[in-house]
Every structure is written in C-alpha cells, then in structure tokens.
C-alpha cells in the first residue's frame, strides 16, 4: 500500500517539496547547483531575475515566523513572482474555515505555490495531495516533521566550507525528538553521502529508534563532538523546561550548551551551524556563536538563494 | 415465518459442525438443523448452495454516534451496515456525547434500535460518570435499562482507587468490566506508534508500555477483585504476553483485537493517511504477527470491527488533528477471512472469533445455531470477493484504510430473529 513518492511526479521531475526523505541525490545536487547560480544574483546591484515573472506565490504561515516567511518573500520577489503573506493563525482560522478550506480558496485566485507552515506534522503532505494538478508545494516547516529547505541550506553551506559529503562526520546536537530541522537534516546528509552523522542529546529529547535513520546517538558533547567536521546545533524551545524533559535550561548549557571548551573537541577547522533564532547561553555561548568557526550568518545568506532554487525549479523555466 | 435453508455449507464452531446442513427456521427461532421438522411446509426457501451458512456476527465494538453524534452517522445508516456486514448483534461503547451513564439514555437507545428491527443492540455502560474515572454510575439501574456489562473506553483512568472500587462494585452484581488499556499520561499527545515510523513522520508518539503499565495494573487489581475483566483492543506483542500469562494463572480474563490490528502496522500510515488514525495506535510488523499468534492460541477471544464512522471533514486534517478511528462493521467478515486465507487456519476456527467466542465475551445467548436458538444468520459466499469502495459501503463513514482493497466474503443473507434483514445479489 506504499505510495510512490508524492514529492515527484511520473517522470521523477520534482513537483513539490515537502521532506528531504526519499528524494534522489541528483535532485537534491541540482537545488544545491542551481543555488549557486543564485548566489551571485544576490550580490548584485540589480538582484532581479524574471524566472517565475507573473506567478502567483502565497506564503500560507499557519504557525508565527518572521525570518523563513521573509527569506521565501525575498526569495519569490527576486524571481519576480507576485507575492502575498497570509498569516492563518489570526484569519481564517479562527473563524472556524478548514485547512483545505483556506487553500481551496487561495488556489481559486490562481495561486501557482504554496509555501506553506503549519503546526502540524504531515499538514505540507495533505495540501500537496489536495491541490489540483500544477501547483506547487513548498514545506516551510510541519510539526516536528520536516523543513526540507532549511536542510537544504545547510548542506548548501557545507559544500561551500567542506567541498565534499563523502569523508565528514557530523554532529546534531539539541532537542531532536521535536525538531522537524534535525529530521531533515539527517536525511539530507546520508542522502549525500556523509559517512558518519551522529546525534547528541539527552534521552528526554531523542525520538524512539531514531539510529534507525542512520545516525549515531550520544549523551555526552565530549565524545559526541570528538574529531567532528560539522557541528548544527538546534535551537531548544524555551516550553521544554516547562514539562519533564529537562530540569533547567541552566543544567542544559552546563551538558549540552556549547561553549569553546567543548568546540575543542572537535577538528580545528570544524564548522559550526545554527538554523536560528539562537537561544544565547542555553544551547550555544556567544563567544561560539560569534567566533571564527561560526558559519551562522553565510547560512542566512545562502537561505535566500536556496529558497529561489526551489521555486525556480518547481515552477520555473528550466535554467 | 417458516424459512427452509438448502444446500449450503453450515458452520457452527460451538457445536464443532463443519458439514452440508438445511436450517429450518420458523418464526423467530431455529427449529432444526439437519433434518426437516415433521410436516414443515416453508413460506420461504434460501438456495445455499456453495454459500456457508453460519451463525450471525457477534461484533464487540460498533459505534452507532447516537446519541449526540448524529452528524457522523444515524443509528438507521449504522445498523443498516451493520446487518450488510452479516453482524446481528454488537456491544457499543457508551463513548457517546452526552456517555450511556445513566439509564433513559440507554433506553431510549435500546428502543430507537429495536424499532428499526435489525441487529441486537448492546450497549456498554458507562463504569464512571461522565466516563471521567471520578464517581461510579448506578450500574445497578443501567442493568435494568439494559447495559450487561461497564466499560470506561476512553483509556484507563488515571485514579487506580476509583478503578478498583467500580470493579468491586460492578463484581458485586457480577457484572463484567471492559477496559481499554491505554495509561493516559503515557499516552498523552500521542498519535502513533512509538517506533520508526513516528520517528520518520515526527508524529508524537504512544509506547508500548502506556498499554503494559495498564494491563498491569488492571490485572494485579483483578487479581485482589474477584470480577471478570475484558481487555478491549490488544495492541501489542507484550500486552499480549501479558494477558496469556494471567490468563495461564487462572485470572478472569478475555480480551479482543481490532480487524485493523490484525492487518496493518504503523508502517501503513505511509505518507500520514489519517485513515490509519486509531486508538490504540497500529504497531510494529511484529506485534501485528504476535497478534495473529495470540488468536490462533486462543489468548485472544475475539476479533471485533471497533467501528467508528468519522465524516470526511473530520478525517481531512493533518494526521494528528484527524478524529481518530475507521469505519469497519462491514468488513469485519472479510478481514477476518482474509486472515485465515493468509494464516491457512481452518474456517471453523477463524468463524468462532466473530461469532461463539464474542457471545461468551459479551455473556448473551448467541453466536450458534442450536435449535431453539434465535434465527440469527449469515450466509455468505467465500469465494466472492468485493472492492472496498465509499459507494460499497451502507456506513456513513468511510474512512477505512482498507480503501481500495479486494477483500474476500460477501454477504447474501443476513437474517435477525428469522426475518432477512439484508440480501444482496450474487
């Protein structure tokens, strides 16, 4: 009863881009590749190119966020698509209208994409499938599911620091059992051919099973940073003191915060990564997060030109 | 009425006949099988010819929605499927809105369902007020109105005390109880099965021990309280272990698995069919095989629909939003086969799980075919298979995750105190 993969269509083209699981190496390389074609937009004066000129896209945010709803605004405007931002959690809604609802209204206004955010694991999966033919999904974050595109920048600014995949050992650090990010992550990473991906935490935020997606599970940041390449540290929301996954967000940094001490650990010339917004003296110190290995602002940066990728190559010429 | 049923294949598990037998009903009852009463001159005649013919479907669990529930289903649109599936007589949970605790309402639902004159109706008590595990109900009165045994369907209670004083109570007019093993606060926002796949989707998870820390608890309470306990929906390879162990050590036990249990794991949830959004959650490949096992040992007694219609609103969420349950009365004879096809288990054997051993569960006189009996029948053709289709099925819900599927055994006669409630064309 397996479907085939909803991301692809029968001539295995992408048609939407909802998780990272499941999508061949050579679709994720070519986002990657086209990004890089969009780096250098990005840096001119006129950073205008007019790829989807007179595509409809809207940004359907069913969860608050300013930073990925900008970078997929910005994104969509450099591509000269027409743009709209509609913030769920304070319209439709809670006015009672259906998930679907909403959307089959928007599609009705002929709308060529969604982006969209939602609360909810699988909520990207259950638009794709409604939505008729042509229009183009984007997951912009589902639940504790997946955020393909933020996953995708990250391997974007791996290549850039490490050129290869295939000889890093990586590190996810943070609370993996509710981050749709690591989840990505991951996959993203053993797609391409990291060789060694490990996962740092304490029990309370690791998902069951969760080395059966090809990970290496640790407790303790010394052996778990020991001679790593790439570190992605995971934002830690403020909730988790709130239940019984952890004591105090002091006890947190003192374990798994990351401070240049515990940074030594790792080869000299490793990277260390953030998907932001950081949580400054909980899961990271500032002197790391600001210090010569920190690669967290490239990131942002290279957000903009991933997000483009994606747009371009769903709905896009071919470039 | 006077009905003469030829030819067909009759299977009657109690008795252990397996064999070509006519039935011969006369009004409401069965008047002989085998061999003609002197001087029976039929109104009717049923050709069974390559049909079986077995007693009619004891189901443990359906959901009628009534009261309360209507939009998501009638009890006209549900007992119509109900008899479509071959079943004639079904517990239903007091899950209602407002629950069955208290005893006009199980009345007035016990005579909305006989005046429609199909299946028998059985509802559940419900064992606390409201079902919210605080105070017991008047089991006593809920008795006379009709409920023969109390349920608490919602998971456990989270207060053991309340827990063990309504077994005490309902033991003392030797009622049984019915729970569902589900500890709350370990079950909490969960949504799936604790494994790979919740893992993979990011779906909050149910673990394995939110149903054994609550087997355990209602057994080392049932051993303290004399009463009959019955496990609702076994879901599990070490809740099952469980339930053989204290069943081994003389405990007053039975317990029941869903159709779907049998069949699917969490791995069906696929790309977040909501349609596989079910309590208990769908598990591993090998506590869905360990199940199999545990029907064919007997550990587990019967093989219920747990029917739950959702409307299609309902069901078209995220996973995690999406009501919770699938429609399944009328696929509880097919899914049953099904699994004795794939398990090669003897017909006799598989028919007992939906009809004699569901009865003796539920402690009403049904479920065989022995003169005197009640005239409850299905007839069915084994060899007929059906595509599982929204437009095949008579429930108002259809959301089923079997969608799709061709699914052996159809239905021909159903027939409820001697009148046939349901036929269908070859």
Request: net charge negative; proline share 6%.
């Amino acid at each position: 009863m397996i479907n085939r993969n909803p991301q692809l269509d029968s001539h295995r083209k992408l048609q939407h881009l909802l998780t990272t699981e499941g999508l061949p190496a050579a679709i994720l390389l070519q986002i990657l590749d086209t990004a890089e074609t969009f780096v250098g937009v990005t840096e001119r004066d006129v950073k205008k190119v007019p790829l989807l000129r007179g595509k409809s896209i809207f940004n359907l945010f069913f969860e608050p966020s300013t930073r990925t709803r900008t970078t997929f605004e910005i994104a969509a405007k450099r591509l000269s698509a027409d743009v709209f931002n509609l913030n769920i959690a304070v319209s439709a809604q809670t006015k009672g209208e259906t998930l679907l609802d909403t959307v089959d209204n928007l599609a009705a206004m002929d709308a060529d994409m969604f982006v969209v955010r939602h609360a909810q694991s699988g909520a990207a999966h259950l638009i794709a499938k409604h939505v008729r033919p042509g229009i183009h999904v984007i997951n912009a974050g589902d639940g504790r599911h997946a955020h393909p595109t933020q996953a995708l920048l990250d391997m974007f600014t791996i290549r850039r620091f490490k050129r290869e995949f295939h000889n890093l050992r990586v590190a996810i650090v943070g609370d993996i059992l509710h981050s749709r990010v690591a989840r990505s992550q991951i996959h993203a990473l053993t797609t391409l051919g990291v060789p060694e991906v490990r996962v740092v935490a304490p029990k309370t935020l690791l998902p069951s099973r969760v080395e059966r997606l090809g990970v290496h599970v640790f407790h303790d940041m010394k052996s778990g940073l020991k001679d790593i390449d790439v570190l992605m540290m995971l934002r830690l929301q403020k909730e988790r003191m709130q239940g019984a996954y952890l004591p105090s967000s002091e006890e947190y940094f003192k374990n798994y915060g990351l401070t240049p001490e515990k940074l030594s650990m790792a080869k000299p010339d490793a990277i260390v990564m953030h998907p932001g917004p950081m949580n400054r003296g909980v899961e990271i110190d500032s002197a790391v997060a600001d210090g010569n290995q920190s690669v967290i602002l490239p990131q942002v940066t290279f957000g903009i030109a991933i997000r483009m990728a994606v747009m371009s190559i769903l709905a896009g010429q071919p470039v | 009425m006077k009905i003469h049923i030829k030819n067909g294949r009759l299977i009657d598990p109690k008795t252990g006949t397996d064999a070509t037998r006519d039935v011969f009903v006369a009004d409401d009852k069965i008047l002989t099988v085998g061999q003609a009463p002197a001087a029976f001159e039929p109104d009717h005649i049923i050709d069974a010819s390559n049909l079986i013919v077995c007693p009619g479907l004891v189901d443990t669990s359906v959901r009628l929605r009534e009261p309360g529930l209507e939009y998501k289903a009638t009890l006209e649109s549900e007992m119509n499927a109900a008899v479509a599936g071959g079943v004639t007589s079904f517990a239903c949970p007091p899950d209602t809105d407002p629950p069955l605790d208290e005893p006009g309402l199980v009345e007035m639902l016990k005579h909305r369902a006989r005046s429609l004159n199909q299946a028998h109706v059985y509802p559940v008590g419900a064992l606390t007020l409201g079902l919210r595990g605080e105070r017991l109900t008047e089991m006593a009165e809920l008795h006379d109105a009709g409920c023969i045994v109390f349920g608490q369907p919602d998971g456990m209670m989270t207060n053991l005390r309340v827990l063990m004083q309504a077994m005490q109570y309902a033991s003392t007019f030797g009622f049984s109880v019915w729970l569902n093993p589900q500890e709350k606060n370990l079950a909490y926002d969960g949504v799936a099965h604790d494994g790979e796949v919740a893992t993979r989707l990011g779906l909050p998870a149910i673990p394995v021990c939110a149903e054994t820390v609550a087997i355990s608890n209602i057994i080392l309470l049932a051993k303290v309280v004399d009463v009959h306990i019955h496990l609702c929906r076994i879901s599990s390879a070490e809740g099952l272990a469980m339930v053989r162990t204290a069943k081994q050590q003389g405990v007053s036990i039975t317990c029941d698995v869903s159709a779907n249990h049998l069949h699917l794991s969490d791995m069906d949830i696929d790309y977040f069919d909501a349609n596989c959004h079910v309590i208990p959650p769908l598990r591993s490949i090998s506590d869905r095989d360990a199940l199999r096992l545990g029907l064919q040992d007997g550990t587990i007694d019967a093989i219920c629909s747990d029917h739950a219609p959702v409307d299609e609103d309902a069901k078209m969420l995220p996973f995690g939003q999406a009501e919770i349950g699938a429609t399944g009365v009328e696929l509880l004879l097919s899914l049953t086969l099904k699994y004795g096809l794939e398990r090669k288990r003897p017909l006799i054997e598989v028919l007992a799980a939906i009809t004699t051993k569901p009865a003796t569960v539920l402690g009403i006189n049904a479920g065989h075919l022995s003169p005197g009996a009640a005239a409850d029948l299905c007839i069915f053709d084994p060899e007929s298979y059906w595509k599982v289709t929204v437009s095949a099925l008579r429930s108002q819900g259809k959301n089923t995750p079997f969608l799709g599927m061709e699914v052996p055994g159809k239905v021909r006669y159903t027939l409820v105190n001697g009148n046939i409630v349901y036929q269908s064309q070859p």
